[in-house]
């Protein structure tokens, strides 16, 4: 009886919110810029892309990765200062945002993810993230034996966000996952290197029990700052997954120079450092 209540409450949610996100979304595709992302919704690419000091990155990052925990995924927040000064000042990532999401789009969240192939998700069936328009960007910069691929299905913009109430609500509540092959699904597959930037307004899922390797990667993610602002609490997104803050490594210069940080949820604490997301301390702005 419970899950019924609970499912009834989902199902109102997300038909509140998801008219809140079209109508975000219909002004992105009013000034995006057409490029290979919005063709397909998704576009692969290498570290050399994006840092270049691709090595010392990997060796920055491979010092703070976890084992995997027994839940099989494990997360961290704690990323170092060379990941972040390259990242704010990577002109080829701050473009391809911006054409894609337009002027108000701001990194949401950024953390390092090691996932362990085999895992049991709700994201293992089809599914988008219920946010919309949003750009997440998987960093892979260590495999080991075959990581499990991201699968997806293309679609160009513009592609406004549904509720599928039936599949959502067997997924969500119930657990019941479809993983079924889909006609025109794209599999990316990962090698320490390997840079996936796409829309999770895609159907995606992860394929995680057909292999069993692990992935070490970084997650950035990339969105609408007013839209953020508005659904944070109600869908997955905002710093720290909506949960907190997040501590940002770089220096000062860098971190107001970048177009992707929102001001209005940069802070700093008592000993300088920068806290993006809530709550929020002493204001720097
Ligand atoms: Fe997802």
């Not at 969500?172 to 597959?189: A, E, H, L, Y």
């Not at 320490?192 to 899922?205: A, K, P, Q, V, Y």
Request: hydrophobic residues 35%; glycine residues 6%.
């Amino acid at each position: 009886m419970l899950k019924y209540l609970k499912a009834l409450i989902f199902i109102l949610k997300r038909y509140y919110f998801s008219t809140l996100i079209r109508r975000f979304d219909k002004r992105s595709d009013a000034v995006e810029r057409k490029s290979q992302m919005s063709k397909c919704g998704y576009e692969i690419f290498d570290m050399h892309d994006l840092f270049c000091n691709v090595s010392a990155v990997k060796s920055a990052l491979g010092k703070v990765d976890k084992q995997t925990s027994h839940s099989g995924v494990s997360m961290s927040w704690d990323l170092p200062e060379i990941f972040w000064e390259q990242v704010l000042k990577s002109e080829k990532l701050k473009d391809k945002v911006i054409e894609y999401l337009g002027d108000t789009a701001r990194l949401d969240d950024a953390y390092l993810k090691t996932i362990n192939d085999g895992v049991s998700s709700v994201s293992e069936g089809w599914h988008n993230d219920n946010v919309g328009y949003r750009l997440k960007l998987f960093i892979v910069f260590n495999t080991e034996g075959k990581a499990a691929p991201t699968l997806l299905l293309p679609r160009s913009r513009p592609n406004l966000y549904n509720f599928d109430i039936i599949r959502d609500t067997s997924r969500v509540i119930f657990r019941k996952s479809d993983v079924n092959d889909k006609t025109g699904q794209v599999s990316v597959s990962y090698q320490s290197g390997t840079c996936l930037m796409f829309d999770t307004n895609l159907e995606h899922r992860g394929g995680y029990s057909e292999s069993d390797g692990i992935r070490h990667c970084v997650v950035l993610e990339f969105m609408c700052r007013k839209k953020a602002r508005r659904i944070t609490g109600f869908s997955p997104c905002g710093p720290r997954q909506g949960n907190g803050a997040i501590l940002i490594r770089a220096a000062e210069d860098t971190v107001f120079r970048s177009p992707l940080i929102d001001k209005e949820i940069l802070n700093t604490d008592e000993l300088g450092s920068f806290k993006y997301g809530f709550p929020e301390v002493s204001s720097v702005s």
